[in-house]
């Protein structure tokens, strides 16, 4: 039986959750994040200079289509001007922390942290946009396993992903990556003058140790060919780690 599930008696003879006691560790400056492939740098001044906005720029106006905006709650800017002040803004998400993506010394994306509930433990990975040149690739789920080791080793009981229903990428990209499904909160919201339902998924703090396994396997570089092609699925890992 997880934590989550199990239970106590108060003096009345009902049943309640068990106590919690929790430590975030928040910085007030987020810092960088490295990995094998990839690297997430806070949006900053110094971050979002001009050749990362050039960047960043060409990559997402050179998307084949406009297939990879249809589910975030913005389209593309028409020109760099307010892409640039969309990205000091940080989209108006809010109280978020967003990161630049740098792959093989390019930014090829962002992604970010929303929602953030120190006094829940709670966080969300959530306005993800990997670009076409790193979609399904080693590099993206990198930025996620990043994010999610951060947020755990901060404290964090509880990392949410959220989106649209219909989003049929996203949702399979949460299972794939060690998120479990939570169900379809009706009617959520109105995105773009459409309705949105949106699927919730989590990971829990007690699954991550599990997961934290599998994560370093399959990023080991014995797990990739010459190609750069994986030999075995995170899937797979994650598997044999939750039947160990």
Same mark, same amino acid.
């Given at each position: 039986m997880r934590a989550y599930q199990k239970t !106590?008696?108060?003096?009345?003879?009902?049943?309640?959750?068990?106590?919690?006691?929790?430590?975030?560790?928040? =910085? /007030?400056?987020?810092? *960088?994040? &490295?990995?094998?492939?990839? !690297?997430?740098?806070?949006?900053?001044?110094?971050?979002?200079? =001009?050749?990362r906005l050039n960047q960043l720029w060409q990559c997402s106006s050179q998307e084949p289509d406009g297939r990879c905006w249809t589910y975030l709650p913005?389209?593309? &800017? =028409?020109?760099?001007q307010s892409f640039k002040h969309r990205l000091a803004g940080q989209f108006g998400l809010g109280q978020s922390q967003h990161f630049v993506i740098e792959h093989l010394q390019q930014v090829t994306g962002w992604i970010a942290l929303l929602n953030i509930?120190?006094? !829940?433990?709670?966080?969300?990975?959530?306005?993800?946009?990997?670009?076409?040149?790193?979609?399904?690739? /080693? *590099? *993206?789920?990198? *930025?996620?396993?990043?994010?999610?080791? /951060? &947020?755990?080793? !901060?404290?964090?009981r509880r990392v949410e992903w959220k989106c649209d229903e219909l989003n049929l990428p996203s949702r399979q990209a949460a299972l794939r990556l060690g998120f479990q499904y939570e169900g379809i909160f009706r009617q959520d919201r109105v995105v773009k003058g459409r309705n949105r339902n949106t699927a919730w998924f989590s990971m829990l703090d007690e699954e991550w140790p599990e997961l934290l396994k599998a994560y370093r396997a399959w990023l080991d570089p014995e797990n990739f060919d010459a190609a750069g092609q994986q030999k075995i699925r995170l899937g797979d890992f994650i598997a044999l780690y939750q039947s160990a």
């Open positions: !106590q008696e108060n003096p009345f003879g009902q049943k309640i959750g068990l106590p919690v006691q929790m430590n975030i560790e928040q =910085s /007030t400056q987020p810092m *960088a994040l &490295c990995g094998r492939t990839v !690297q997430l740098m806070p949006f900053s001044e110094m971050v979002l200079n =001009s050749e913005y389209d593309l &800017c =028409s020109d760099l509930r120190p006094e !829940q433990g709670v966080i969300e990975i959530g306005n993800v946009y990997f670009s076409h040149v790193m979609k399904q690739s /080693t *590099a *993206a789920t990198e *930025a996620v396993y990043l994010l999610l080791k /951060t &947020c755990f080793e !901060q404290g964090y």
